[in-house]
């Protein structure tokens, strides 16, 4: 299976500290990808990093991947109440374009 | 510029009734999933379509679902009969169908199966 698998399943934080949450995998993929969803909505995509990079930022995220581990991580720094929601990682095989998705970390941030 | 567009958002049903989800994806995007997400679980793939073709559907049930998209744009998603086990959250997403590519999600259909 090339299903992500987050760590934690759930994250309690206060307001301004850093959140870091992991995924694992256990093939190899063309990229792995992180959304965020809000409760009762829809999912949205927060940044794709591919099986070459390493490193990537966006704002205040920053993912890190190792595939010779088939991990990532992400990074969500100076945290804020509106980051609450729940990240799930999504991997993508090396043909095609299904992705598939981890059961998720629910962040809470404590105001 | 509109997103992924779902109907109805909430959709309570009693078992054995047919039920019938719509999804209108962002203009201009060639390739619509459907996938099915359990409380507390991610999203699982049920259809992806190119254009108006089905290229994967391997995880869709087929004795009781199925799903169209008739000219390649708008798609529907139906469960008949529906049974209990069948209440979850049921999103459409699109991209632009590059390998690697973003997908955009809709909000959802809640079903409730009684």
């Known amino acids: 299976s090339q299903q992500g698998e987050e760590d934690p399943q759930a994250l309690s934080i206060q307001e301004g500290e850093n959140a870091t949450m992991n995924c694992s995998y256990k093939?190899?993929?063309?990229?792995l990808q992180w959304y965020r969803q809000n409760s009762g909505r829809g999912l949205v995509h927060l940044i794709l990093?591919?099986?070459?990079?390493k490193e990537k930022h966006s704002g205040r995220l920053r993912v890190t991947l190792d595939t010779s581990k088939k991990s990532s991580s992400l990074l969500i720094t100076a945290s804020r109440a509106a980051d609450t929601a729940s990240y799930f990682c999504?991997?993508?095989?090396?043909?095609?374009?299904?992705?598939?998705f981890g059961e998720g970390t629910q962040l809470t941030v404590n105001p | 510029e509109a997103g992924v567009v779902q109907s109805p958002r909430y959709k309570i049903i009693e078992k054995k009734q047919p039920v019938a989800f719509w999804c209108n994806p962002i203009?201009?995007?060639?390739?619509l999933y459907w996938y099915l997400q359990n409380l507390g679980q991610g999203p699982e793939l049920l259809i992806r379509?190119?254009?108006?073709?089905?290229?994967?559907d391997s995880q869709l049930p087929k004795d009781r679902f199925s799903a169209e998209r008739l000219k390649g744009v708008d798609s529907t998603l139906k469960i008949q009969p529906a049974e209990l086990g069948d209440s979850a959250v049921y999103l459409c997403?699109?991209?632009?169908?590059?390998?690697?590519?973003?997908?955009?999600f809709g909000p959802g259909t809640r079903l409730t199966v009684l």
């Open positions: 997403a699109s991209s632009l169908g590059l390998a690697d590519g973003e997908q955009f």
């Open positions: 093939t190899s993929i063309n990229n």
């Open positions: 990093i591919r099986s070459n990079e």
């Open positions: 999504a991997v993508g095989r090396a043909s095609g374009s299904r992705l598939t």
């Open positions: 203009s201009g995007h060639n390739t």
């Open positions: 379509y190119e254009n108006e073709e089905a290229v994967d």
